[in-house]
């Protein structure tokens, strides 16, 4: 049997990208080979092994055939003649179809090291059409590749659009979705993963939601860049530099200004109560997608809250208090951070403010200080007991908060 180095490991290498997972494929062998060598089985759906000694992935070489709708509808082909350009014609990416020998040779049929260089993301052939998932995909990767100047192919985004026109999308899964969707809120650009799927007609089969948001105007005078679609693409990515790889963050980046697609057009380019309004469809992209409970929530502080956050040095003390309270920031402090991160990114995701200073962050995280180290067993030490501790708490903490300089 031989055996391959293939996709990410291969790709990111010739990229000059720190080393991943390694894979590999395995040509020319079968089940009962792989496991007299002493290799453990772990895959269900098609043979994949694990290395007796390293734990590196060794998949037999295999073909898919389509079967059905959606991505699980295909069968598994695995048997000592599938060749290796047959293995890695299945693919979805020529990027992603490069596949390394022992001595380090490239074996690269469909041209990927070439797209590489040109940075190009390119699918490998028709088969690609098969699998919706794969547009996801695609967009997921231009949120990792696109600082590097890549683009995706003409012919590419055309397909892209004929599957979303056919409605193949519909197909995924919630929990495909979310695992992209968290995946490029965590990737260095995620607004090429929001453009990606916009330009192909695609992000309105699985973010409506966001979808909604393009062609909605602003206010020139607090976001020159006018589109709310473009803005929120510009907050994450803002997000995306400011707490690198955190999707919870990224999330709540996403879907804090929900509300303004549902502002009425009479009522454009101001978008009064947008706060509230988001609520109601982050509540319904939530669901549907199955988010983590910890993205949820800090998604609905940030959509609730960040306009009180920006005008945060205005807010009366016990209004600030108020506002802690309504986070739970005396039990689950490290929203606060989280919330002041998400803020500061919708502040400077906008054109031409990149660089804006965001003071408000640091007097959010001041005053939440301050009103967390008062506590309760002080107030019980000094004969307090059942609601008069509350009171007394909630009273030294708004005294907390009022010490605190607003400069």
């Known amino acids: 049997m031989n055996a391959f180095l293939v996709g990410g490991a291969v790709r990111d290498r010739l990229l000059g990208l720190p080393p991943g997972d390694r894979d590999y494929v395995v040509v020319g062998a079968t089940p009962d080979a ?13 043979p994949v092994f694990l290395h ?38 299945r693919r979805d990416f020529t990027i992603n179809a490069i596949a390394e020998d022992a001595r380090g040779g ?17 699918h490998v052939g028709p088969a690609f059409a098969e699998d919706p998932l794969r547009v996801l995909r695609a967009a997921r ?18 397909l892209m659009r004929a599957m979303a026109e056919g409605g193949e999308l519909a197909e995924l899964t919630p929990e495909r979705v979310w695992q992209e969707l968290a995946r490029a809120l965590a990737a260095p650009r995620p607004s090429a993963f929001l453009r990606t799927l916009h330009d192909a007609g695609a992000l309105g089969a699985v973010l409506p939601e966001v979808e909604a948001l393009y062609g909605v105007p602003q206010r020139a005078e607090y976001h020159p860049e006018i589109d709310a679609g473009v803005h929120t693409e510009m ?22 200004d929900l509300g303004k697609a549902l502002t009425p057009e009479a009522e454009w380019p101001a978008h009064i109560a947008h706060e509230r309004r988001g609520l109601k469809p982050l509540a319904a992209l939530c669901e549907r997608l199955k988010v983590p409970a910890a993205h949820r929530e800090l998604a609905v502080l940030a959509c609730r809250e960040h306009l009180n956050v920006h005008r945060i040095a205005e807010l009366r003390d016990t209004t600030v208090h ?22 500061e990114a919708d ?14 962050g ?4 001041r005053f939440h200080a301050a009103a967390l180290a008062v506590g309760a067993r002080d107030l019980a030490a000094a004969g307090l007991s059942g609601p008069a501790v509350g009171e007394a708490l909630r009273r030294a903490r708004i005294a907390a908060i009022a010490a605190v300089p607003r400069q």
């Open 34 to 46: 792989m496991e007299a060598a002493g290799y453990r089985r772990v895959g269900r759906d098609f």
């Open 52 to 89: 007796p000694d390293t734990g590196e992935e060794y998949a037999l070489a295999r073909t898919e055939r389509k079967s059905g709708r959606g991505h699980r509808g295909f069968v598994v082909h695995a048997d000592p003649s599938v060749t290796l350009e047959q293995d890695l014609e």
């Open 106 to 122: 490239l074996v690269d049929p469909f041209g990927g090291a070439a797209d590489l260089k040109a940075r190009v993301l390119r």
């Open 141 to 158: 990767f231009m949120a990792r590749l696109a600082p590097l100047g890549f683009r995706v192919a003409d012919e590419t985004r055309a």
């Open 235 to 256: 907050v994450c990515d803002m997000a995306a530099a400011l707490a690198p790889g955190d999707a919870a963050i990224g999330f709540a980046a996403l879907t804090h």
């Open 322 to 343: 108020d506002l802690l309270a309504r986070c739970d920031a005396f039990r689950k402090p490290a929203r606060i951070g989280q919330l002041a991160i998400v803020c």
């Open 347 to 360: 502040k400077r995701g906008r054109l031409g403010l990149a660089d804006a200073p965001y003071p408000q």
């Open 362 to 365: 640091e007097l959010l995280r």
